[in-house]
């Protein structure tokens, strides 16, 4: 049972585009939504994550979009840069849970100089 | 600090054999989680360790067993493999415990091929 869907499952920008990532799941006990960037070889590493209480947030260049109703959220990468070439996994969290992480399956991202 | 370690980095094996993975958590961490990535797919939860016993377990057979240490490192173990199990096998690992959610630190990632 896929609980994350993520979309699209690719993308390709030119440098400076906003790409946007999006995510619905289904699980209500889901309250702790974090994003991960994945380089080849590398592990996952945190970017920004989210509770249900808040619209929206920004770090740097990356914003959250979060609509609670819809059980959607999407991430946008402001003036993207080459360097941001890299697998996008949004997440959900039951942080009163046991805390495993549920993926989606990911966002191949290419930003093109 | 060193982060999450994994050890091996790659890892070749065939199929019936039996393969050990490693992990060291982050310093202060007591809390480790292993994860499967298959190429192309996010990765899927297997099972998580605190004070040395498994937690909770995802949609994984038997065949698959791990273990904590008493200094919170852990291993996990894969019997009789299979091709399908060829993977990056992903350590993550946090501090459990208060009421708020403490982040998760993933390790690189042991590469298993199983030919």
């Known amino acids: 049972q896929q609980q994350v869907k993520q979309s699209p499952q690719s993308l390709i920008v030119q440098k400076g585009g906003i790409p946007i990532i999006n995510c619905a799941y289904e699980?209500?006990?889901?309250?702790?939504f974090p994003w991960y960037q994945q380089f080849p070889g590398k592990g996952p590493a945190l970017l920004i994550a989210i509770r249900p209480d808040v619209s929206e947030k920004k770090e740097g260049r990356f914003t959250i979009s979060f609509n609670k109703s819809a059980k959607q959220f999407s991430l946008h990468i402001m003036d993207s840069q080459p360097g941001d070439s890299a697998t996008y996994f949004c997440a959900a969290i039951n942080s009163g849970g046991y805390q495993k992480v549920t993926f989606g399956t990911g966002t191949k991202l290419q930003v093109i100089p | 600090d060193a982060g999450v370690t994994q050890s091996p980095t790659h890892l070749i094996k065939t199929r019936g054999q039996q393969v050990t993975l490693r992990c060291s958590p982050k310093?202060?961490?007591?809390?480790v989680s292993w994860y499967q990535q298959a190429l192309g797919q996010g990765p899927q939860f297997i099972f998580q360790y605190y004070e040395e016993e498994e937690r909770q377990r995802g949609n994984f057979p038997d065949r698959f067993s791990g273990h904590q240490f008493p200094n919170y490192s852990s291993e996990l173990n894969v019997n009789a493999l299979l091709l399908g199990d060829s993977a990056l096998y992903l350590c993550?690992?946090?501090?459990?415990?208060?009421?708020?959610?403490?982040?998760?630190?993933f390790g690189p990632g042991t590469r298993l091929t199983v030919l």
């Open positions: 310093s202060g961490h007591d809390t």
């Open positions: 993550a690992s946090t501090l459990l415990g208060g009421s708020s959610y403490n982040e998760q630190f």
């Open positions: 699980n209500t006990a889901f309250d702790y």
